[in-house]
């Protein structure tokens, strides 16, 4: 069986979001651009961002509504820690997108990410299951996922 390679829809944004993407992750990578037009915009791209593929299409932007995102489909990000969280949090936000909750987030084209520190399923998941229910409560509470916060609450701190 081959891979399975998400397709996503943007309405006359595409080399934006190319752009975007491949700048906002460190080893996000354009792999093929189609062009109808040379000079024109991209049609179809398939990019590469944290080892997954990814296929864009540049739909029609006539009707912005026609094909939105919604929190229906996500993409989760687990980050190493709270300095990862901050730059894709950030990244994600200040350039247009805005905040949910529990670590969850919209980029600039609407599309949802949940920013997660690999700590969040070390403090929900661990074995005092006391611990974990705090920490599942002080999750709960949070938008941006804070580390520190997460571990205090765990720890009964």
């Not at 590469?48 to 739909?59: M, P, V």
Request: charged share 25%.
């Amino acid at each position: 069986m081959k891979k399975i390679t998400p397709c996503l829809w943007f309405n006359n944004s595409i080399d934006e979001a190319i752009t975007f993407y491949t700048e906002t992750f460190k080893d996000g990578k354009v792999l093929e651009v189609q062009r109808q037009d040379p000079d024109g915009a991209a049609f179809t791209a398939t990019i590469e961002l944290a080892g997954n593929r990814f296929f864009l299409l540049n739909g029609s932007g006539a009707d912005k509504s026609r094909f939105p995102f919604t929190e229906a489909v996500s993409f989760m990000l687990e980050c190493d820690g709270q300095e990862e969280v901050d730059y894709f949090w950030n990244t994600f936000v200040d350039n247009g997108g805005e905040e949910s909750m529990c670590g969850w987030c919209k980029d600039r084209f609407g599309l949802s990410w949940q920013v997660i520190p690999k700590q969040l399923f070390e403090t929900i998941g661990g074995p005092d299951k006391a611990g974990a229910n705090r920490a599942m409560q002080a999750m709960l509470q949070m938008r941006k996922l804070i580390v520190a916060d997460l571990q205090k609450a765990y720890a009964g701190a």
